[in-house]
């Protein structure tokens, strides 16, 4: 049943990227039809993002009171009708009023799928949902791609096909039931059993589905009492928005979606000749997106959000960078430097600029305000995107292709200082850990960095004494200390297993390691567990005889001879 409200997640992606795509290699045939002014453009071409912040605006309160899954059969006959009265269109501003409509369905399925799954997935596998989403949008915007090439001047089907996966996401929906957190909210408690029965695949009377639905009603009662607007503008949640919306609008202000609406319209003033090499480089700008979204999704728990944020910012700044002397040159050899930048940028922007604000999104609040901070963050990336894509060929008449990019690239390097001032490190820490340190006031930044502020939480799986003590060899051999309490590995790790902060961090550990051996094992593996465990080694290495040695304390007075 999982599989399936994946699929849900997926195609609200698949939705949300394939009408961001589809318009790209439209407006080459569109401007074959009809005369289109750069405002006109911009119009058009924001009208998705534009709409679809309304329509995420307007999904959470209605999705409270209508349920997910009726707003999700709305969003999903609205996608079928705008899409096809899109294809149907007899002008430029009619297309823009289908695809105002078209942006409203996207915003609130973008909305309402999110929080769909995540009250539907058990909390295990939620963060790899997010990912998945991710994942979907940049298929979508791949599909429109091959499609826009494959149908060539066909711009009506190319809209009407944006149908299908509406279609088959109404289908989907009718199939599923509501969220088991809404029915039991309204009160709806054997209807709440028997949808978590099916997502659990047992039956509706197991103790555990009563427990679990019992905790859902007890949670929800809580929530409603505190989910206040008010609530959002507490210094506790303060610093998780600067986190949410400060990477949505350096993910957007990076310029990913002038590069994603308008591709090919790039690649002809790069000096791309002929429409058809303009669509191919464009399906390339696609599948680098969509590999390396899988790249990202491969280091994002591994290396963490810091340093893939760090990575991110850098590889887009260079690639943007490349860009803009590329345009500003001119010059056909070093048309050549912009592609090597174009696909720079994709590469950098979809293993870390793209995924890591919705996975940091669904990390950074408060449960008791999780939903309407997010609806909050998720507008502001909408609100954000629209500004970018409606400014671009504005933007382009005025300073040139060089001049907006250099812009963008400047908003990059930004991205490194504000990742180094204000994104704290999520990764390996439960969402109550953070949630915990949030509220202690101290820095966000600093989560995770000092091991009072980490919670005794984890849902890593428990080790073996042996296993602890194979682990701490692993970590002594990167401590500074090494050479004093490599022998002293047996008893350390002896000590480790017994403190329950050491053993949490090591079960992280361990679980991060997967088949790597101990000994074999490099700082990068540490993650948000490396404070800890140095602390403690640090504590160790102040207590050991090596240490106490060397300042005339050992052997103990009264011992010696
Ligand atoms: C962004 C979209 C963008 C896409 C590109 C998403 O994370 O929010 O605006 O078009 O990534 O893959």
Redesign the pocket.
């Known amino acids: 049943m999982i599989y399936f409200v994946a699929i849900i997640a997926g195609l609200a992606g698949i939705l949300?990227?394939y009408d961001?795509?589809v318009i790209a290699g439209a407006l080459l045939s569109l401007h074959q039809e009809f005369t289109i002014s750069a405002f006109a453009e911009g119009v058009m071409t924001s009208a998705v993002?534009l709409g679809a912040l309304f329509g995420a605006l307007a999904a959470g309160p209605l999705a409270e009171r209508h349920g997910r899954r009726t707003l999700l059969l709305a969003a999903a006959t609205l996608f079928v009708a705008g899409a096809i009265l899109a294809g149907l269109a007899t002008g430029v501003w009619m297309l823009a009023a289908c695809r105002l409509l078209l942006g409203f369905a996207v915003g609130v399925a973008g909305m309402v799928a999110p929080l769909y799954i995540s009250e539907s997935a058990p909390a295990r596998s939620r963060g790899m949902l997010v990912s998945v989403y991710?994942l979907a949008?940049?298929l979508g915007?791949l599909g429109a791609y091959v499609m826009n090439y494959a149908l060539e001047d066909a711009w009506r089907t190319m809209f009407m096909l944006g149908a299908v996966p509406g279609i088959v996401l109404f289908a989907g929906m009718l199939v599923l039931r509501d969220t088991p957190r809404w029915l039991a909210g309204k009160g709806r408690t054997d209807e709440a059993r028997q949808a978590l029965a099916s997502l659990r695949g047992t039956s509706p009377d197991a103790p555990d589905i009563h427990a679990e639905v019992r905790a859902i009603q007890e949670a929800s009662g809580q929530e409603t009492q505190s989910a206040r607007w008010s609530e959002l503008l507490s210094p506790v949640v303060r610093p998780a928005f600067v986190v949410g919306i400060g990477l949505?609008f350096l993910?957007?202000l990076s310029g990913?979606?002038a590069v994603?609406y308008y591709a090919p319209t790039v690649f002809r003033e790069a000096g791309f000749d002929s429409s058809a090499t303009q669509l191919l480089a464009t399906m390339g700008v696609g599948a680098v997106?969509v590999l390396m979204?899988l790249v990202g999704m491969a280091l994002i728990d591994r290396i963490g959000r810091r340093r893939l944020l760090f990575l991110g910012f850098a590889g887009t700044a260079l690639g943007l960078g490349l860009i803009a002397v590329g345009a500003a040159t001119g010059s056909a050899s070093l048309d050549i430097l912009a592609i090597v930048g174009l696909a720079l940028y994709i590469g950098a922007?979809?293993a870390s600029?793209?995924?890591l604000?919705?996975v940091m999104m669904s990390e950074v609040f408060p449960l008791r305000v999780r939903g309407l901070a997010m609806g909050v963050t998720s507008v502001s990336?909408w609100g954000f995107?629209f500004l970018v894509v409606f400014s671009f060929p504005l933007l382009v008449q005025g300073l040139g292709l060089a001049g907006v990019f250099g812009i963008y690239t400047v908003v990059c390097l930004a991205g490194l200082v504000f990742t180094l001032r204000y994104v704290p490190e999520t990764s390996g820490l439960s969402l109550e850990a953070i949630e915990h340190h949030l509220r202690s006031g101290l820095p966000f930044r600093t989560l995770g960095e000092s091991p009072a502020s980490i919670v005794l939480v984890t849902d890593a799986p428990d080790i073996s004494p042996e296993r602890a003590t194979a682990l701490i060899a692993g970590v002594i051999r990167l401590s500074p200390h090494r050479q004093n309490l490599e022998a002293l590995a047996a008893d350390i790790g002896r000590v480790a297993y017994a403190n329950v902060q050491v053993r949490c961090a090591l079960r992280e550990l361990n679980r991060r390691l997967g088949g790597t051996p101990p000994l074999a094992m490099g700082r990068q593996h540490l993650g948000a567990q490396a404070p800890t465990l140095h602390t403690f080694l640090e504590h160790i290495h102040f207590a050991s005889p090596g240490f106490l040695q060397s300042v005339g304390e050992w052997p103990p007075r009264g011992t010696r001879g």
């Open positions: 949300f990227g961001e795509g993002p991710q949008i940049t915007i949505f993910q957007q990913i979606n994603i997106n979204t922007f979809a600029l793209g995924p604000p919705w990336n995107n």
